[in-house]
């Protein structure tokens, strides 16, 4: 799989996790237009919910998600808050929830019974859809004993483990200890719960990892059989995310040995049967992400690869992101402002993207070549075509007619490529790098 390429592996490129991207988001988006999406979904539409918790019990080095240590106190407030938020948005909005993702920060920073409580919550008020998947990220550190029967009697049915790394050298080296046992321990406890459905997030690129490091954790990880994993490349950005001026630059590793542990991924976990899912992926062929991307039915929104959507992702807490058809709205990042205005029963948007027709456009043919790895291209969008020539030239895609198709060797620079059809990409902005 795939030849490395220096000068396109290091160029910086947006996730693609919507289109457009949070760098064109701004305050002239915000609760009036955000009311005003909720109330405009028919009734019985299939919608998904996305609840953020912005809270760890320890912060990681490396993290760049919204989130920050939190007492007691806050967490009760933050509790009541988002009880609060439930029940405004469920007041105007008439959809069906098909979906729910618990996400941060680490959603586990509170008690599996508050949990259970905003869960209920949200049967309560929402249209749960029979069977919808309730999905949730957790801490394994923050695990407690019985919070896997308590979590599956509230319905959740599929959790995803931060991993990251099972090397105690490279756990030091980003503040996160969290020893092999663990993570067995938690696997153990939630498949016995009858949460059969396990993710594990794992990343490549961190200060002193090595090839042979990542590696040693995957065949760790196999041994667990997760259902799906996620292969995030570190993307360090000490300028803009204060913690991470913890990890030296010069412990990072070169781009060429990024480029080799994501080749090791791949060749890894497609030994073991997993199916290569987009270009950061893995899923057993019965997982359902497995299914919806052989299906050509997989999506790409806020929280990456995933099954389904419906008409709407809406986003509940600070700093969470709804999407809707024709808007992209952002709650308010600070907890005091959120908390003020949730609790006095208005929506919290301060700030987004209204999504003319040529960003919907192009937001399709970005999400489906990052999806399929092949797109039919508009002919509105044609004059983007002539930029994809190089890559070509190189083996990544190929070209025919309007239909774009990545090759084998093209799937690690997809962002890079899918970035043509980017009407609003400006050079430099802070983004990941491409591999």
Known sequence: MAIFHPDLAAQPVPRYTSYPTAAQFHEGVGAG???????????????SLYLHVPFCRQICWYCGCNTGVAANDRLKRYEKALLAEIAT??????????AVQFGGGSPNALAAPVLARIIAALRAQFDVADGAEIAMELDPRAIQPGDAKVL??????RISLGVQTFAPHLQKLINRIQPLDTIMTAVDQFRGAGIKAINFDLMYGLPGQSVVDLTETIEQALLLKPDRVAVF???HMPSAIARQRMISDLDLPGAAARFAMSKAAHRLFTAAGYAAIGFDHFA???????RAAADGEMIRNFQGYATQAGEAVIGLGATAISQFSGLIVQNEKHLGQWEAAVNAGQLAGTRGVAVNADDAQRSDVIA???CDGMVD???PLADALPQLARHAARGLVRLHGRQVALTPDGWPYARLIA???DAHLKAPQRHSKAV
């Open 33 to 47: 237009e955000q009311g005003q999406a909720l109330a405009a979904i028919p009734a019985g539409a299939p919608v």
């Open 89 to 98: 948005a469920a007041s105007l909005m008439k959809g069906r929830v098909i």
């Open 152 to 157: 599956s009697a509230a319905g959740v049915n």
């Open 233 to 235: 490349g570190y993307a």
């Open 284 to 290: 057993l062929p019965d997982d359902s992400l497995a």
């Open 368 to 370: 489906r070549l990052l």
């Open 377 to 379: 291209v508009p002919e």
């Open 419 to 421: 970035s043509a059809f």
